[in-house]
């Protein structure tokens, strides 16, 4: 069974500009989040769906960050424009009928200068 | 609201020593208790959870840990440190997670 898929793995972008991460989830996970990791800090949950809706989007920074799952399937999420503070690994997880089990993707690396 | 505290955001061992690496949590209902490790440039993996049931859960890579109500924690362990030990381990609560803020492992020769 593949696992949850990230892409890209690095991204170095300057202030002001914008990015885009994309997120492939577990085939049939119907549950998808996106974290943000700080260096230095656990995981801290930035949007929550389930199938195309969004449950839990409390953390979002709405006025730069965006986020959409299409379909159900793949998800993207988007920062307009980046902040310094930003900079951070961006990670994807799924969960499937195992309640709260999530399983985690590699992450996005992103750095803003 | 739900917090996890992890004592120790770096402990090291040496190889075939006790590992232990503490969690505190904070909850007015148990819940739901994870430890994840994080390799480096990886995502996060279940190592083990607590969701009900036996308080003392065993896990993958020798690890195992025990919910204590009472205290309030949920440390981990394995007996004896392996090299491929050293890693990033987090502790978090659910049913919406909530990580600690991690504690690096180092094991030494």
């Known amino acids: 069974e593949a696992g949850v898929a990230q892409s890209p793995r690095y991204k170095i972008i300057e202030k002001r500009q914008s990015v885009a991460f994309w997120c492939n989830p577990i085939?049939?996970?119907?549950?998808l989040y996106w974290y943000q990791q700080i260096l230095g800090q656990g995981p801290k949950l930035l949007i929550q769906?389930?199938?195309?809706?969004?449950?839990?989007d409390s953390q979002l920074p709405k006025d730069r960050f965006s986020a959409e799952r299409l379909k159900g399937v793949d998800s993207t999420l988007k920062i307009q424009p980046a902040k310094l503070e930003d900079s951070a690994v961006y990670l994807c997880?799924?969960?499937?009928?195992?309640?709260?089990?999530?399983?985690f993707g590699p992450g996005t690396r992103l750095t803003v200068l | 609201a739900q917090s996890v505290t992890q004592l120790g955001s770096h402990v090291s061992v040496s190889e075939g020593a006790l590992v232990l690496l503490r969690c505190n949590y904070s909850?007015?209902?148990?819940?739901?208790l994870f430890w994840y490790v994080q390799y480096p440039n990886q995502g996060l993996q279940l190592l083990l959870k607590?969701?009900?049931?036996?308080?003392l859960v065993k896990g993958i890579n020798g690890f195992e840990a025990e919910f204590k109500k009472s205290e309030t924690s949920f440390h981990l362990t394995k007996p004896s440190a392996h090299m491929s030990d050293a890693a990033e381990y987090f502790c978090?609560?659910?049913?919406?997670?909530?990580f600690g803020t991690g504690t690096r492992l180092q094991v030494t020769l």
């Open positions: 997880a799924s969960r499937g009928r195992s309640y709260n089990e999530q399983f």
């Open positions: 085939s049939g996970h119907a549950t």
């Open positions: 769906f389930q199938n195309n809706g969004v449950v839990d």
């Open positions: 909850s007015s209902v148990p819940p739901y």
């Open positions: 607590y969701t009900t049931g036996a308080t």
């Open positions: 978090a609560a659910g049913p919406k997670l909530t």
